[in-house]
Nanobody, 118 residues
Framework: QVQLAESGGGLVQAGGSLRLSCTASGRTDTIIVMGWHRQAPGKESESVASINLMGDTTYYAPSVTGRVAISTNNAKNTLYLELNSLKPDDAAVYYC???????????WGQGTQVAVSS
């Protein structure tokens, strides 16, 4: 089992930045892929970014490409998401996710709220 805990959300003005963190605990040695998705009221869930821990390959949603960076610490048990040039459309609950197979997530965190004021 793997437990995920997010932090770093908050209220920021449009154009500002935030860094979200996700700390993984438990059987972190089984994790192959980690990522973030977001859920805003009235909108579909959107996969924001992901990283394959075996080769550090990354994916970014077109809506955030160029404004967001996903990374891990050296131990690969903490996941980060740098959000820059934030827009009101970026406001959502951001969830950390992890899986033991590429493209398949098995574990999710409780989410951290990001609010953007215009």
């Amino acid at each position: 089992q793997v437990q995920l805990a997010e932090s770093g959300g908050g209220l920021v003005q449009a154009g500002g930045s935030l860094r979200l963190s996700c700390t993984a605990s438990g059987r972190t040695d089984t994790i192959i892929v980690m990522g973030w998705h977001r859920q805003a009221p009235g909108k579909e869930s959107e996969s924001v970014a992901s990283i394959n821990l075996m080769g550090d390959t990354t994916y970014y949603a077109p809506s955030v490409t160029g404004r967001v960076a996903i990374s891990t610490n050296n131990a690969k048990n903490t996941l980060y998401l740098e959000l820059n040039s934030l827009k009101p459309d970026d406001a959502a609950v951001y969830y950390c996710e992890a899986g033991d197979n590429p493209g398949r997530y098995t574990y999710w965190g409780q989410g951290t709220q990001v609010a953007v004021s215009s």
